[in-house]
């Protein structure tokens, strides 16, 4: 479940309120830069384990340095971007796990963000690159497979495809669930959460058609309900 709030007031409404139906909680950079790191440990505190997704995209030293900050607030999962290349993948892998470590602590899953989900083959395009987009998201996850990480975070579209290529060894994190009948706002690369649970997805997140709803609770309910028809957890 994805915390997109700018307040911890309205973070610990949907905590609470969701207490029971979710134990996972994105936090993204909306919440993170709004509260800074005492929002990670007020989530833990209501009960939610953290999902730290802030994307960290920098010159390695930079970023290892930011992983082993946000290392210490004993996230479960923490996102940086595998455009980052190679070096700075293996250096943000050496420091969550050497600090995780030091502090006696689980280290964080190390996922890698591949292309996101509101581009499109065009935007890839403008962007300079001629490959296909399923393409570049198998490549970069085998980037960020090689250089340690524990996962990537990718759309559904694309989960099979990464099934394909890396079996079970790869946690797939989809985002842009959306429940039938959803419109997908910015997001354009979206599933419905049966279709990127058989696409192969490890976890899925949901973000605005819960915090946006007028029940959140039973949205929640709603997508559970779904996932077990499925055979999903």
């Given amino acids: 479940m994805a915390l997109d709030v700018s ?34 440990e007020a989530v ?29 607030l004993e996230v479960g999962m923490l996102t940086v971007h595998t455009s980052g290349g190679r070096e700075m993948l293996r250096q943000a892998v050496q420091a969550a796990r050497e600090e995780a470590a030091l502090l006696g602590i689980r280290p964080p899953l190390l ?10 083959q065009t935007d890839l395009a403008e962007l300079g690159l001629a490959a296909q987009l399923r393409e570049i998201v ?3 996850a085998r980037l960020a497979q090689e250089a340690g990480l524990d996962g990537v975070v990718a759309s559904a579209r694309e989960a099979k495809a ?6 079970s060894d790869l946690v797939i994190v989809t985002p842009g669930i959306r429940p039938g009948g959803t419109s997908a706002d910015d997001q354009r690369r979206i599933a419905t959460p049966r ?23 039973a949205v929640v309910q709603q997508l559970l309900q779904e996932l077990g028809e499925t055979g999903g957890e």
């Fill in 138 to 140: 198998v490549r970069w």
């Fill in 195 to 217: 279709e990127a649970l058989k696409s192969g997805a490890s976890y899925l997140v949901v973000g605005r058609p819960v915090t946006q709803a007028l029940d959140p609770r």
């Fill in 7 to 40: 307040s911890l007031e309205e973070a610990e409404h949907l905590v609470r309120e969701l207490s029971g139906e979710v134990l996972w909680f994105k936090v993204g950079m909306q919440l993170f830069y709004h509260c800074g790191p005492s929002v990670v």
């Fill in 162 to 167: 990464l099934r394909l290529a890396f079996g």
């Fill in 44 to 72: 833990q505190g209501w009960g939610g384990r953290v999902f730290l997704d802030l994307k960290l995209h920098d010159i390695p030293n930079t970023v290892a340095e930011a992983v082993r900050a946000l290392t210490r």
């Fill in 111 to 120: 996922l890698g963000v591949t292309v996101l989900t509101s581009l499109t």
